[in-house]
């Protein structure tokens, strides 16, 4: 019976990837006075163009939150997320650090596994002189509209 079990757990780990047991969600903003809105906004499209895993909408968001909000280390944890998705490690690195640098007392980004495996002491393949991310600016091109609403009320529609 329990090599049935050690059978099946091997199984189990072979077909799944250990990123994705260890998989970590994206940082919303408190909504408080610190948090432009524009940059809450267009982070919360973000997070949710992420969850539908359309990674280049959500890096077009969240870069656009990070105009906007250059202080929060929950948009570059959000940038550096997005990244690593798209597989540029060494730029989601970069955004990583410094999610850390102006966030470190945040636990979801100071203790963060995938921070910890963008860090240049435990991945080799991250060089140590990481700079600064480099500053975002907005293309109207890079602009993505919201998705449309489509409102649940029925009728209504004014008469003349």
């Known amino acids: 019976m329990w090599l049935k079990t050690l059978v099946?757990?091997?199984y189990i780990l072979l077909i799944f990837p250990l990123n994705i047991l260890f998989a970590e969600e994206p940082l919303k903003l408190s909504s408080n006075v610190e948090s432009h809105s524009v940059g809450h906004d267009q982070n919360?499209?973000?997070v949710?163009?992420?969850n539908k895993k359309k990674f280049n909408q959500a890096l077009k968001h969240i870069r656009a939150a990070?105009?906007?909000d250059r202080k929060k280390g929950e948009i570059f944890f959000n940038i550096g997320l997005i990244l690593h998705q798209m597989e540029?490690?060494?730029e989601s690195a970069k955004n990583f650090q410094w999610a850390l640098k102006l966030s470190s007392k945040n636990k979801n980004i100071s203790e963060s596994q995938i921070i910890q495996q963008h860090h240049w002491e435990k991945n080799p393949k991250i060089p140590c002189n990481l700079t600064k991310?480099?500053?975002h600016t907005l293309n109207l091109s890079e602009i993505v509209p919201p998705e449309p609403h489509i409102s649940q009320g029925g009728g209504g529609g004014g008469g003349y």
């Open 8 to 10: 099946s757990i091997i």
């Open 44 to 46: 919360m499209l973000g």
């Open 48 to 50: 949710s163009a992420y």
């Open 66 to 68: 990070s105009v906007v």
């Open 88 to 90: 540029n490690h060494l």
């Open 133 to 135: 991310p480099e500053k």
